[in-house]
Antibody, heavy 122, light 107 residues
Framework: EMQLVESGGGLVKPGGSLRLSCAAS????????MNWVRQAPGKGLEWLSS????????YYADSVKGRFTISRDNAKNSLFLQMNSLRAEDTAVYYC???????????????WGQGTTVTVSS | AIRITQSPSSLSASTGDRVTITCRAS??????LAWYQQTPGKAPELLIY???TLQSGVPSRFSGSGSGTDFTLTISCLQSEDFATYYC?????????FGQGTKVEIK
């Protein structure tokens, strides 16, 4: 069974840092691009960042560019999101999600984790 | 960034109804659009990709159409398990963007 499990969320003060992890299993992790998506309480989905299978291509939303860093370790089937300079508006559930890639073209996100909650508050 | 305008933001319907949700992109995205379903407390699930291709395991009462800037998700005969929030998402160019969501509620 394909599975993604996020961890690392918690309560952090404004200006603080957190590192989220996403452990993949049940598929060949190194063959897929991966993403982070978040959802603030009662709000919609916001795509944050993508990383290609070999880490050659990385993209960020403007809202997190310069503060968040996506990375992966294919040997450990793991995806990461380093979050610095956290703000109250970063409070959300953070999901990792796999790119559904067909012939090298992304076609949406077909495997999602259960999410990890980040709360930024003093 | 490409803006996605999704409508309506919510709707009330009864089991057995036909439901239509629309998304409009601020510029052409060919068919690079996906639809997701999210139930409370759960992660989103991919329903449709490439605007009209049903993800494996998704019931055939769900269908998608459109290309360019205008897209539609249709649920032909609403079932109890379909009461959820639906999102469209463009993957034509980064940053990827989602519509604001449509909450389908029981009338």
């Amino acid at each position: 069974e394909m599975q993604l499990v996020e961890s690392g969320g918690g309560l952090v003060k404004p200006g603080g840092s957190l590192r989220l992890s996403c452990a993949a299993s049940g598929f060949t992790f190194s063959s897929y691009s991966m993403n982070w998506v978040r959802q603030a309480p009662g709000k919609g989905l916001e795509w944050l960042s993508s990383i290609s299978s070999s880490s050659s291509y990385i993209y960020y939303a403007d809202s997190v560019k310069g503060r968040f860093t996506i990375s992966r370790d294919n040997a450990k089937n793991s995806l990461f999101l380093q979050m610095n300079s956290l703000r109250a508006e970063d409070t959300a559930v953070y999901y990792c999600a796999r790119d559904r890639t067909v012939a090298g073209t992304p076609t949406g996100m077909d495997v999602w984790g259960q999410g990890t909650t980040v709360t930024v508050s003093s | 960034a490409i803006r996605i305008t999704q409508s309506p933001s919510s709707l009330s319907a009864s089991t057995g109804d036909r439901v239509t949700i629309t998304c409009r992109a601020s510029q052409g995205i060919t068919s690079y659009l996906a639809w997701y379903q999210q139930t409370p407390g759960k992660a989103p699930e991919l329903l449709i990709y490439a605007a009209s291709t049903l993800q494996s395991g998704v019931p055939s009462r769900f269908s998608g159409s459109g290309s360019g800037t205008d897209f539609t998700l249709t649920i032909s005969c609403l079932q109890s398990e379909d009461f959820a929030t639906y999102y469209c998402q463009q993957y034509y160019s980064y940053p990827w963007t989602f519509g604001q969501g449509t909450k389908v509620e029981i009338k």
